[in-house]
């Protein structure tokens, strides 16, 4: 935490507050089986140990909806109705055997698979599904995805769940299907308030019950009566709270066997894979982009981050291989201006575009672009007409050691092209009230993402998400206050249609703005953190077989990487 | 009684400007509690949720400045500290109490030894000051107690646990086993706290050795040691009924200061070796803003230290019989 927990916080935020959003694209109902392998031939047993470090001791409540708990039991204890690969954007049926959409998109109807029990042995109904989302409405504290702005009723038929929305509203089908999580009305009808409920003693339907809870570590049991036949096959998770990175890279790099790291490990091929004593054949790591990007974002309100040129120069000018080198051992990937995470939605970025507007890493390119507006270089800085040097604070978070690395690289670079960065290390605290306010010339910070492109560009430049400069109101995401009517209204259209080609276009239309007035600069792409043993276990998430996303923040994702898990 | 009166008045005040500082520090920090939530969702909570968490938080942002006041001091009253933000939604009571045990044990413990032998040592170089163990002795713990504590701790856990495995590296307890009242879990609680222990007592006892031996030293030429030795009374009679009862009363009200600040928890030692306690917590409120927590630690902290103050005010009435004189 004091120093290098960086990475760690940061994916704890992004799992915890609901780790991104996605569109579901898929409008044939049926999904691949769960099923991946012959149940029978599975043993039952063995404990997988999670090492994802919190920064915190348990405090041994299993709210799905409490913005620090959800992790621990949304999806191991408590199901949605369907799932969603949070990287690859795939969808399966959970809790629900189908979906459909209807009355131009703005009914959506699940139909609620039979024979699913809670674990207290009571049959869970679409009454259940029906309560759990009326709960969100009498207490908006734990509608944390904000649903209840776009649906006005929810009912149900028989088996089958109906949901009424105010307008067309595709994009909250992630939210509804993968990101609320079922409860048990005959027991959370009982609760006052559900939005300060410890929930310490849940009854769910999911693969593992709660067998004990300390401040120093979780640990759960097999369900045997859950609704997936023979599954799961581990009968015991071990949780244990870290508080620090220090602490969690010790415990995965020391002689432990079985571990699921969801850890950034400096230099991970020495410090992990070949540590000492232990065998270097099991220990494996992946870490595949998740979605979302590291990004500056200039303040478009104030000099010098308001002139174009200044921004297209910096975005040409940083060699974005080179900061990952020298910021994070190169484990995270380039991005590129379009904003589109590649190789994960490649299927969405517009390589004619790109090529059109080429901001290739190219220092001569980009010190052609200052002088044409306007700037001379004198002691190998520009300065403008008026004799203002080219210099930017970038505001950073200290904590944050490869944060700190990347923006020092970065500043290197761009020397040489004459532009001056001057790092501002602030706390995290600190960084997020000025980035709200407005008070800084350039930021690095990341947002949420999310599996399509769609949600990181709805992050970074829906005008709804930002403020005027100035204490009072805050900004939520578009920190770097970009207003355009255009792109408002390209994001509603985007909820309105279910049909992939016209969403195709619609963030065409984005990439172009990306790549023509540059409202951010992403430097760099941001990953999974997954580590993994496989001395007596298999089934792990890996490049041939990603059927999850694999680090051990993502909820639900993390319940199917646990049920995919078996002895050898 | 007037003194004791006097005393009370005196703690009293303290407390309430204490109580008040609490409140207005944490505010005078940028952003709020609000705002950490906010950064957390980053674009995705509705008016209406903001307001469901401002109240579920108890901030109420049209109050001004003074209402807030007041409903603070009557919460503190009443012993209602509220939710923690950064635990949402344990209340404050329950972060505290979880980490509160284990930090008393580990720092209170280690603090009684190191006053207890530091002392012990102090008294004894300082009788056989200039000699073998004194120019051994101390030099040594002074330069030890320079060491930096976190680079002691990691040599520590490298040496003892992951070259030779004889000790565990990490968490108060093994996380495997249940903390049921039974003599292996006290056994593995013990086992646990003897490197986070060791290296606190290696790293403070040298302070208590030398403000020990050097006030010892300065009573040892005293005229009624003189005497005591004229009298022909055995060396370690004097020593600790004459020189050493003497020697100690500046020492004991830094021991009582120290166990004042022994519930605002070993920072470094918490999170060298990941164990459970209240120094983390602290850091924790500060980062995310965590005002009901802040002040719960605060609270705890400014009556610690009050209370250790008054206790050493009497104990050092009942060694010193001139505190007790009337002017």
């Given amino acids: 935490m004091l120093c290098s927990r960086s990475v760690g916080s940061r994916s704890f935020l992004r799992a915890a507050f609901v780790a991104s959003l996605a569109i579901i694209l898929v409008l044939v109902n049926s999904a691949p089986s769960l099923a991946s392998k012959p149940a029978a031939k599975i043993r039952i047993g063995g404990t997988v140990t999670i090492d994802n470090v919190q920064g915190s001791l348990w405090s041994c409540s299993f709210?799905?909806?409490?913005?620090?708990?959800?992790?621990?039991?949304?999806?191991i204890i408590y199901e949605p109705l369907w799932y969603v690969n949070q990287d690859n954007n795939k969808g399966q049926p959970w809790l629900a055997k189908k979906y459909a959409w209807s009355n131009h998109n703005k009914t959506l109807t699940f139909t609620l698979r039979s024979g699913v029990k809670w674990a207290d042995g009571k049959p869970l109904t679409a009454a259940d599904v029906v309560f759990t989302f009326k709960l969100l409405k009498r207490f908006p504290g734990i509608d944390v995805n904000a649903i209840w702005t776009v649906l006005s009723n929810v009912v149900s038929h028989k088996n089958k769940i109906v949901f009424s929305f105010k307008q067309a509203a595709v994009p909250f089908f992630y939210y509804i299907?993968?990101?609320?999580?079922?409860?048990?009305?005959?027991?959370?009808?009982?609760?006052?308030?559900?939005?300060?409920?410890?929930?310490?003693?849940?009854?769910?339907?999911?693969?593992?019950?709660?067998?004990?809870?300390?401040?120093?570590?979780?640990?759960?049991i097999r369900n045997p009566h859950y609704w997936q036949k023979g599954k799961p096959y581990l009968s015991k998770i071990e949780y244990p709270a870290f508080i620090d990175n220090?602490?969690?890279?010790?415990?995965?790099?020391?002689?432990?066997?079985?571990?699921?790291?969801?850890?950034?490990?400096?230099?991970?091929?020495?410090?992990?894979?070949?540590?000492?004593?232990?065998?270097?054949?099991?220990?494996?790591?992946?870490f595949p982009p998740q979605g979302y990007d590291v990004i500056m974002y200039p303040n478009l309100k104030r000099w010098p981050t308001n002139i174009l040129a200044v921004r297209q120069a910096i975005s040409i000018g940083l060699d974005r291989a080179k900061v990952s080198r020298l910021g994070v051992y190169g484990y995270l990937p380039p991005a590129n201006q379009s904003g589109i995470?590649?190789?994960?939605?490649?299927?969405?970025?517009?390589?004619?575009?790109?090529?059109?507007?080429?901001?290739?890493?190219?220092?001569?390119?980009?010190?052609?672009?200052?002088?044409?507006?306007?700037?001379?270089?004198?002691?190998?800085?520009?300065?403008?007409?008026?004799?203002?040097?080219?210099?930017?604070?970038?505001?950073?978070?200290?904590?944050?050691?490869?944060?700190?690395?990347?923006?020092?690289?970065?500043?290197?670079?761009?020397?040489?092209?004459?532009?001056?960065?001057?790092?501002?290390?602030?706390?995290?605290?600190?960084?997020?009230?000025?980035?709200?306010?407005?008070?800084?010339?350039?930021?690095?910070?990341?947002?949420?993402?999310?599996?399509?492109?769609?949600?990181?560009?709805?992050?970074?430049?829906?005008?709804?998400?930002?403020?005027?400069i100035g204490p009072g109101k805050l900004a939520q995401s578009n920190f770097e206050r970009?207003?355009?009517?255009?792109?408002?209204?390209?994001?509603?259209?985007?909820?309105?249609?279910?049909?992939?080609?016209?969403?195709?276009?619609?963030?065409?239309?984005?990439?172009?703005?990306?790549?023509?007035?540059?409202?951010?600069?992403?430097?760099?792409?941001?990953?999974?953190?997954?580590?993994?043993?496989?001395?007596?276990?298999?089934?792990?998430?890996?490049k041939k077989n990603d059927y999850a996303a694999p680090a051990a923040y993502n909820f639900p994702d993390q319940m199917v990487v646990l049920l995919h898990l078996h002895l050898k | 009684m007037s003194v004791v009166l006097g005393r009370l008045q005196f703690f009293v005040i303290t407390l309430w400007a204490a109580l008040t500082l609490n409140f207005i520090l944490p505010r005078m920090m940028p952003g709020s509690p609000m705002t950490a939530m906010m950064a957390r969702f980053k674009g995705r909570l509705s008016p209406q949720t903001v307001q469901a968490y401002q109240a579920a938080f108890g901030i109420h942002p049209r109050d001004s400045i003074f209402t807030q006041y007041l409903t603070y001091l009557d919460n503190l009253a009443h012993g209602q500290f509220g939710l923690s933000v950064g635990f949402f939604p344990e209340p404050v009571i329950n972060v505290v109490m979880q980490a509160l045990p284990w930090t008393l044990a580990l720092a209170g413990v280690t603090t009684v030894i190191s006053f207890v032998l530091g002392t012990l040592i102090g008294m004894v170089v300082a009788w056989r000051r200039a000699g073998a163990v004194d120019s051994l002795v101390t030099p040594l713990f002074v330069v030890l107690s320079a060491v930096p504590y976190f680079w002691l701790g990691l040599l520590a856990i490298y040496f003892f646990s992951v070259i030779h495995n004889w000790l565990p590296a990490r968490f108060g307890y093994g996380i495997t086993s249940s903390?049921?009242?039974?003599?292996?879990?006290?056994?593995?609680?013990?086992?646990?706290?003897?490197?986070?222990?060791?290296?606190?007592?290696?790293?403070?006892?040298?302070?208590?050795?030398?403000?020990?031996?050097?006030?010892?030293?300065?009573?040892?030429?005293?005229?009624?040691?003189?005497?005591?030795?004229?009298?022909g009374l055995r060396p370690w009679r004097i020593m600790f009924h004459y020189a050493g009862r003497n020697a100690i009363l500046p020492n004991l009200a830094g021991f009582a200061m120290s166990l004042g600040f022994v519930v605002s928890g070993l920072l470094l030692t918490e999170i060298v070796f990941n164990y459970p306690g209240v120094g983390f917590l602290f850091l924790q409120a500060v980062e995310n803003q965590d005002y009901p927590l802040m002040q719960a630690l605060f609270l705890m902290v400014t009556l610690a230290v009050l209370v250790a103050i008054l206790a050493a005010d009497a104990a050092n009435a009942l060694l010193d019989p001139r505190t007790r004189a009337k002017r």
């Fill in chain 1, 341 to 468: 995470i590649v190789p994960d939605a490649k299927s969405w970025y517009d390589k004619s575009l790109a090529k059109k507007y080429n901001y290739s890493y190219n220092p001569g390119k980009a010190k052609k672009l200052l002088e044409k507006a306007g700037f001379k270089l004198s002691n190998g800085i520009f300065h403008d007409k008026k004799g203002r040097k080219l210099s930017i604070s970038v505001l950073n978070v200290g904590g944050y050691s490869d944060w700190v690395g990347e923006v020092q690289a970065a500043a290197a670079d761009l020397r040489q092209i004459g532009i001056e960065l001057k790092p501002e290390n602030v706390s995290g605290t600190t960084h997020s009230a000025d980035e709200q306010d407005g008070e800084f010339q350039m930021s690095y910070d990341s947002p949420l993402g999310g599996p399509t492109p769609y949600y990181q560009f709805r992050q970074l430049l829906d005008s709804a998400n930002t403020a005027p």
């Fill in chain 1, 63 to 75: 709210n799905p909806y409490g913005a620090t708990t959800s992790l621990l039991s949304a999806g």
């Fill in chain 1, 482 to 542: 970009f207003r355009s009517k255009a792109v408002d209204s390209l994001l509603k259209q985007y909820a309105l249609t279910n049909s992939s080609k016209q969403q195709h276009t619609i963030i065409d239309k984005i990439q172009q703005v990306m790549l023509k007035q540059v409202p951010v600069i992403p430097v760099l792409e941001g990953v999974n953190w997954y580590e993994y043993d496989t001395t007596d276990l298999t089934g792990w998430v890996n």
């Fill in chain 2, 179 to 231: 903390l049921t009242l039974s003599w292996a879990t006290i056994g593995q609680i013990l086992t646990h706290a003897i490197l986070p222990a060791g290296t606190i007592i290696i790293t403070s006892i040298g302070g208590w050795i030398l403000t020990m031996r050097n006030n010892m030293v300065g009573t040892l030429s005293e005229d009624y040691v003189q005497m005591a030795r004229a009298k």
């Fill in chain 1, 246 to 286: 220090s602490g969690g890279n010790g415990y995965l790099d020391g002689n432990n066997k079985d571990v699921w790291g969801a850890q950034y490990i400096p230099n991970i091929n020495a410090s992990y894979v070949h540590a000492p004593n232990v065998n270097s054949k099991v220990r494996h790591y992946w």
């Fill in chain 1, 177 to 220: 299907g993968d990101q609320t999580f079922i409860v048990p009305q005959h027991t959370w009808s009982k609760v006052k308030n559900p939005v300060t409920y410890l929930d310490a003693k849940p009854t769910g339907s999911g693969p593992f019950k709660l067998h004990k809870c300390s401040p120093q570590n979780i640990e759960y």
